[in-house]
């Protein structure tokens, strides 16, 4: 069988300003270059994401930096589509904060949590401004073994580059872990830089920018996991309608 080549839905409200935007067709071609992982790559600005149907058929949904979003609930649906139905998820910087943020409203129940970039005067801030602005800092995030974070990156430590001022507001820690959220990285301070959902066939966010590694000519780990992931998600949807339209013939 001949597989479809995968969708990938990259919701973010595009811009030339924003350098990890910039890096995003480069490394799409670094993909099928050099590791053979061809995706049919899409935009999809955040007022258009939370349409009904607007990531149907997509194989992977990859919410990218560039926040504040012209459309917080477009941002918070994408993310709320990928993890109910089980689509790879890829978030990097305002991606991770607002998947934390999905999280805190969609699953433990926090329906006033709030981003204090968008809402700074009210409470409820899951998401916060870091003690130490990140903007144009480079540092080592220690990786926990054992987990979809380690297995993407193949290590256990690594040296990333930020574009951020705002992080996860470490009162809240305790409750998304109860409700099955994984940290998974996290700074040489033990700042969480990396999030996971175990349960989830591929649900991976960073507050770093996987995007702007390197000088742009080779993916990064975490973006081939992504593709990889698109790649078994495609031929699993196509296996299954193949079943399906089987079954019909043998009816």
């Known amino acids: 069988m001949t597989y479809l080549t995968p ?44 349409a009904p149907g607007a990531l149907d058929g ?49 699953v433990c129940g ?12 009210l409470d409820q801030q899951v998401i916060v401004p870091l003690s130490c602005s990140l903007v144009g800092h480079e540092g080592a995030v220690e990786i926990t073994p054992g987990t979809l974070a380690e297995r993407a990156l193949g290590a256990t430590r690594t040296q990333e580059r930020y574009h951020c001022a705002y992080g996860l507001n470490t009162d809240y820690l305790d409750r998304l872990r109860a ?19 175990p349960e989830h066939p591929f649900f991976l966010a960073s507050l770093f920018q996987p995007e ?6 080779r993916a990064h780990p975490m973006i081939r996991a992504l593709a990889a992931a698109a790649v078994a998600h495609a031929a699993g949807a196509e296996r299954a309608l193949a079943d399906t339209e089987g079954a019909r013939v043998g009816a």
């Open 7 to 50: 969708r990938v839905a990259l919701v973010g409200d595009r811009s030339p300003a924003v350098r990890s935007h910039a890096r995003i067709p480069g490394l799409l071609d670094a993909l099928a270059e050099q590791d053979q992982l061809v995706l049919d790559a899409y935009w999809i600005p955040t007022e258009d994401a939370g």
């Open 212 to 217: 702007l590694s390197g000088d742009g000519t």
């Open 179 to 197: 409700h099955g959220l994984r940290f998974s990285g996290a700074d040489e301070s033990g700042q969480v830089r990396v999030l996971e959902l």
């Open 110 to 121: 926090i329906t006033d949590a709030v981003h204090g970039e968008e809402h700074p005067d």
């Open 58 to 106: 997509f194989d992977a949904v990859w919410l990218l930096p560039g926040s504040p979003y012209r459309s917080e609930a477009g941002a918070l649906a994408a993310v709320r589509t990928a993890r109910e139905r089980g689509i790879p998820f890829l978030g990097t910087c305002g991606g991770f904060q607002h998947a934390v943020l999905e999280y805190a409203r969609d």
